[in-house]
């Protein structure tokens, strides 16, 4: 009895362990293919850039008008990478959390950027083989709430200078 109950005790733990160290494992790949995401972009490499990407994703820019499958977004960069002129966000207090699963990750992160300053990236990120890839990258520009409602007259004023009469 004793032996069957330290058996089951040290599986237990060796499946514990196991799925310990997958998670590191995945935490530190997603962290990876996040910082080359930025470093790819920052350098205009087009190719490494998007092979981050699956096949299936969406980027969701800081416009309204932003929502992009990925040709149509490649499109969009194309001519900027091809310029050598991508786009530098340095990347600060990341979060990362998994499925239960284990084979998608979402996250958020506060990131720099010369011209607008603070932004915010979040996305979510899918397990394929060995490898996590985009799904969905999403950009914004947070707003204070002490400056939310004066953003906020400003966009409707825009709005409504667009709409026709």
Known sequence: MKSVLLSWLLLWVSVGIATSVS????????????????????VANFESYFS????SAIFIGTDASEVWDKETFKAYAKP??????GWTYHPRDRHIYFSPEGNTAWFDELLD??????????????????????????????IPNSLADSVAEQIKTMDSEKAPL
């Open 52 to 55: 981050l990407y699956h096949e």
């Open 23 to 42: 998670a590191n494992t995945d935490r530190v790949l997603v962290n990876r293919a996040l910082d080359a995401l930025h470093h790819n972009a920052s």
């Open 80 to 85: 900027h990478f091809d310029k050598g002129t």
């Open 113 to 142: 950027n010369k011209s607008l300053g603070e932004t915010r990236g979040t996305g979510v990120l899918i397990k394929v083989g060995d490898d996590w890839k985009l799904t969905q990258y999403h950009l914004a520009i947070p």
